[in-house]
């Protein structure tokens, strides 16, 4: 099974600090222990969302707002993609994770089993879940 592991962060803190060297050397460990394991297929840290947009779309129409988001309370700092055996097994990497108190009293993890393709095998014709399947390969190549 697939998940996304997301980091978050407070809007109210957010870009107010890089990383110190200890934690950069931590976090790296740990992503070592992932690669080694087999688990980790991607990640990233993501820069604040003042350096984002949001493109929202509606009846009305499509509108695009640019960063900073503050009216969030949780943004999203991060990411993983893991390849798992369970939810059980990602909970037990994700308490491994290292902690960086500098950033808060608080910080959480959030994880979410990504969808495949034989999830929606009942709504959506074969064809269409082939094609949409060979599409992830070759952007993942």
Known sequence: MRVMVMTKGDAADEGKGQPTQEMFEKMHAFNEQLVNAGIMLGGEGLKPTEAGAKVSFSAAGTSVVD?????????????????????????EWAKRCPFDPSYGDSQILEIRPLF??????????AETLA???????????
């Open 131 to 141: 094609s949409v399947e060979e599409l992830q390969n070759r952007a993942s190549q």
């Open 67 to 91: 960063g900073p988001f503050t009216e969030s309370k949780e943004v999203i700092a991060g990411y993983w993609i893991w390849e798992v055996s369970s939810m059980a097994e990602a909970v």
């Open 116 to 125: 495949d393709m034989e999830d929606f095998a009942e709504t959506v014709d």
